[in-house]
């Protein structure tokens, strides 16, 4: 977990500037490895996590001013662990994330069950930088660490039947207790069609701002997805469907007429209840954190085209 760099830093994330505290992490990151310095913090983290430093930066990645990492860390949708934004990062604290297996299964030549660490070994981890636009009007600009969807799904070789995937979040209600109020239906579950997914934007994040994912992000490991609606992005995942026909998803199944299987970041495709044109920056003051919701959220030339012909009123 985030051992060595909770220690290393004596100065309060809230009073210095979220790209200083990030380059000021890394440089510990890279010291603490090096030189050995904390042994004890070192030999907890997982053997992948001490990769970390030569990390490569994806040109993927968005330019725009990061998000703190208490903005991301304490602002968070994660209904397993509550519904308000506060809720995450008070209840998540206790849920241990490993070990963690993730199951393939359905239209693959090569299903099976995998240990977390089985991804990740192999993986060319980066760092990317993403907006995260949340349908309910608001943004916030991370770095993940992790590795393509696209480079991890070929490697189950799926075959000509499947059209889409689907992805499970863990369902525990001992170790996710916002799983007792039947808010959502449990467990959590998304999908992407298989074109969707092997476009080269789709990452599994398994850290954020050089550090391994905190448990209120979707620990250990969460997709992302930059052109749709935050809540595509399905968090704590542990398992993965290739199937012939279209995976039904929480959102769709709880409010259908309100949230879509395509859920792209669109401004000009309303919700029912809100306008999507406008959004809001989290952490900016209120004169400066209205944006245009961007088309595509910025994506159009890598995914504009999965859509030629479709009308996105209609998808939405
Ligand atoms: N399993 C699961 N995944 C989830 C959610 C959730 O409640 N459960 N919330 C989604 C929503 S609505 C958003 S906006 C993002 C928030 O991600 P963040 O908290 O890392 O910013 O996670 C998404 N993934
Ligand atoms: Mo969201």
Redesign the pocket.
């Known amino acids: 977990m985030s051992i060595i760099i909770q220690k290393s830093s004596t100065i309060k994330s809230s009073e210095i500037t979220p790209k200083s505290i990030y380059l000021d992490r890394r440089r510990f990151m890279q010291q603490a490895v090096a030189t050995s310095v904390l042994l004890t913090a070192d030999a907890m983290l997982p053997a992948w996590a001490k990769k970390w430093p030569e990390l490569k930066h994806s040109p993927y990645s968005s330019s725009d001013k990061l998000n703190s990492f208490e903005d991301?860390t304490t602002?968070?949708?994660?209904?397993?662990f509550g519904t308000s934004k506060k809720d995450?990062h008070k209840n998540a604290t206790k849920f241990n994330p490993r070990p963690w297996s993730i199951t393939v299964e359905g239209e693959c030549e090569k299903p099976g069950v995998f240990d977390l660490e089985d991804f990740i070994k192999p993986a060319v981890l980066e760092e990317r930088i993403y907006r995260?636009?949340?349908?309910?009007g608001w943004s916030?600009v991370?770095p993940w660490v992790g590795f393509s969807l696209a480079d991890m799904l070929k490697g189950f070789e799926p075959t000509s039947k499947a059209k889409y995937v689907e992805f499970t979040?863990?369902l525990d209600e001992s170790r996710m207790p916002?799983q007792k109020r039947r808010v959502?239906r449990w467990?959590?579950t998304?999908g992407l069609r298989i074109d969707e997914a092997m476009n080269e934007l789709p990452f599994m994040a398994v850290g954020?701002y050089g550090e391994v994912l905190p448990n209120?992000?979707?620990a250990p490991i969460?997709?992302v997805v930059p052109w749709k609606?935050?809540?595509?992005?399905?968090?704590?995942i542990v398992k993965i469907r290739f199937t012939e026909t279209q995976p039904q998803t929480?959102?769709n199944v709880t409010a259908p007429k309100e949230y879509g299987f395509y859920s792209n970041v669109n401004p000009t495709v309303d919700h029912p209840r809100w306008s999507q044109k406008k959004e809001r920056v989290i952490g900016l003051p209120f004169w400066q954190a209205k944006r245009d919701t961007q088309i595509f959220n910025g994506y159009a030339k890598q995914v504009a085209h999965l859509y030629d012909g479709m009308d996105l009123n209609k998808y939405f």
Do not use: A, D, H
Request: aromatic share 18%.
């Open positions: 991301i602002y968070n949708n994660f209904y397993e995450p995260l636009r949340c349908v309910e916030m991370i979040t863990l916002g959502l467990p959590y998304e954020l209120q992000n979707g969460r997709l609606y935050g809540y595509k992005s399905i968090k704590s929480t959102w």
